[in-house]
């Protein structure tokens, strides 16, 4: 069906003004005045291209990236791989400290139970074809780890590079990719530019695996701030299904200096990683961001589940709703391996810190729970609905878990295995095709859009537009504790942007250049999160509507696909938890 969610932009800025209106109107006051005139120190003219080729080609520089590289070649394809960072150091793989094994030798509960389990949690949102997944595959790729040396250190890039040389596969680093290409409705490559010099690259390739991550708003507090939503953009622009925008990640931080992402985390950060084993639980939902809503700060975050904090002072108000056999009331138990979230919340014994004292919601706006959101897939090998397209990890919408956090250590695990899956399946795939032609005129154009901000001469530049994004999808009202009439408010700013700042982005060298097309990807993020919320008319995991504060379980037995239709225009449409998706 077609996106029809109200009243113009127009209209509703002529007559509605609305809180949120106001406090992103009056934040944006106070933002410095942007740059209207562009003093760019290179030129598009500057630019060298270089094209290269191979069976698959491989975008990401983590987990997912490495095990689908890896798998690829490993299947008898060529393979490149290319990372807007360095392997194993950019994204939020080098964050991630727990990883989740199954071994059934020593488990307490079946493969079976395990998938209930985590659906009981998840309120049926999640795709049991990926929880089970997990369990069964997990436990080959953590020994494969192991042999790497990836348990040695709290830094990966060593480990990520051992079997990466093995196979003389050479990672492209500080490339970002800004276009897919498809001809004749399958993938063909992609595009994008050097973040070190003057150099734009076209990447032919038969298959194309994104391991791209998912993506915030570049918020404070939480190390998000290089994974903007690129892979998901750049998707569907060529028609692919993404699924996932109305789920909203929890993770906290401390209200005391609350934009220091490394002193809020760096217990986390430079610890070596280790495995956690099967413990489902009902975490990083809104419950802390209702607390705020309904008491007022400050608060203090309990045990995830928790029901120990007091009454809302609004007692009408119908919270988040956590399944019985998933609220707890003291902390979590004590475990050997210590990594992931409940490192948050064990720390008497010397435990790596998280945030401390007061706490804050809202470290990871603009990201969904993990494995939530991303390109739907049309089967358990992440393929798109795209030809030739596939995805894994963060980038892939699996629902492992749902629209919430069941399993400590299960995303590092879960891309870790999805990377596996979608690389031998891109690998065997490339066997049957050959490499598209790509007109020179196509590849002129995607130049010439990739360069558009330096040829600008008066506009707009990238930090002030992503600041006046925060300020209208940052407050709590909006993102966390959704009404209508907010969710509406904040779409008209946004859908300006959109409209009007996007195409006067200006960029005067290479870093700009790359902030530029990030910011256009966290505004289209921005509209697709706003527009499902909007349509799931229910509150359920991580998705809480104060208007809609009930799971509707006769109507929303469903997940929220999103696509771009043949004349532009962004369609919602809902798909059965129990059914695949078709291709375009």
């Not at 475990?335 to 007061?358: H, M, T, V, Y």
């Not at 030809?387 to 749902?402: F, V």
Request: proline share 5%.
């Amino acid at each position: 069906m077609k996106d029809n969610l109200g009243m113009s932009r127009r209209k509703f800025l002529g007559v509605a003004g609305g809180a949120a209106l106001g406090i992103a109107a009056l934040s944006a006051m106070s933002f410095e005045i942007p740059v209207s005139e562009n003093k760019s120190t290179i030129k598009p003219s500057d630019f060298d291209s270089e094209d290269l080729q191979a069976d698959v080609l491989v975008i990401g520089g983590g987990m997912a990236a490495l095990f689908a590289a890896i798998k690829a070649h490993d299947a008898g394809a060529s393979v490149l791989m290319v990372s807007k960072g360095r392997v194993g150091s950019s994204g939020l793989t080098p964050f991630a400290k727990g990883i989740f094994c199954y071994d059934k030798s020593n488990a307490d509960m079946t493969i079976d139970e395990f998938v209930k389990k985590v659906s009981d949690s998840a309120i049926d949102t999640n795709n049991p074809v990926f929880t089970r997944q997990l369990a069964e595959h997990s436990y080959d790729r953590v020994q494969e780890l192991k042999s790497w040396g990836f348990f040695e250190s709290p830094i990966y890039h060593k480990a990520f590079n051992t079997p990466l040389k093995e196979r003389n596969i050479r990672p492209h680093e500080r490339v970002m990719i800004t276009h897919l290409t498809k001809e004749n409705g399958h993938i063909a490559g992609a595009s994008g530019f050097s973040l070190d010099e003057n150099k734009l690259y076209h990447y032919r390739a038969k298959t194309v695996v994104l391991c791209t991550g998912s993506g915030g708003f570049k918020s404070s507090g939480f190390p998000l701030c290089d994974v903007t939503h690129d892979g998901t953009i750049m998707a569907y622009k060529i028609g692919a299904k993404v699924t996932g925008k109305e789920w909203n990640d929890g993770h906290p931080g401390s209200a005391k200096n609350s934009g220091d992402c490394y002193s809020n985390w760096r217990g986390q950060v430079e610890e070596k990683p280790s495995i956690t084993s099967a413990e489902v639980h009902h975490d990083l939902g809104v419950d802390l961001n209702f607390q705020a809503y309904t008491q007022g700060p400050p608060v203090e975050m309990g045990p995830p589940g928790s029901s120990s904090h007091s009454a809302p002072t609004q007692t009408n108000i119908k919270g988040p709703y956590t399944p019985s056999e998933f609220q707890r009331k003291g902390p979590p138990s004590a475990q050997p391996e210590r990594g992931g979230i409940l490192s948050i919340f064990n720390k008497a014994d010397g435990g790596p810190p998280g945030p401390q004292g007061e706490i804050v919601g809202g470290s990871t706006a603009g990201m969904a729970i993990h494995k939530s959101e991303g390109i739907v897939p049309v089967d358990e090998t992440g393929l798109s609905t795209i030809p030739g397209l596939y995805a894994a990890g963060d980038a892939l919408g699996s629902y492992m878990s749902g629209g919430i956090y069941t399993q400590v250590g299960g995303s590092l695990a879960g891309s870790a295995v999805q990377g596996t899956f979608a690389g031998e399946a891109a690998a065997k795939a490339s066997k049957e095709l050959k490499h598209a032609s790509i007109s020179v005129a196509k590849l002129k154009q995607i130049e010439s859009e990739i360069l558009a901000p330096l040829k600008r001469e008066r506009g707009y530049s990238p930090a002030w537009v992503t600041q006046v994004l925060q300020g209208v999808m940052f407050p709590n009202f909006v993102l966390y504790i959704k009404k209508e009439r907010m969710l509406q408010g904040a779409l008209a700013y946004v859908e300006e942007l959109q409209e009007h700042h996007v195409p006067m982005l200006l960029a005067d060298d290479l870093h700009k250049l790359r902030l530029a097309h990030e910011t256009e990807n966290m505004i289209a993020n921005a509209q697709m999160k706003l527009k499902a919320s909007m349509m799931r008319k229910e509150s359920r995991c991580s998705h809480y509507r104060l208007d809609y504060p009930s799971i509707d379980r006769e109507n929303w037995q469903a997940w929220i696909n999103i696509q771009k239709d043949d004349s532009g225009e962004m369609v919602l449409e809902k798909q059965p938890f129990n059914l695949w998706p078709k291709f375009s």
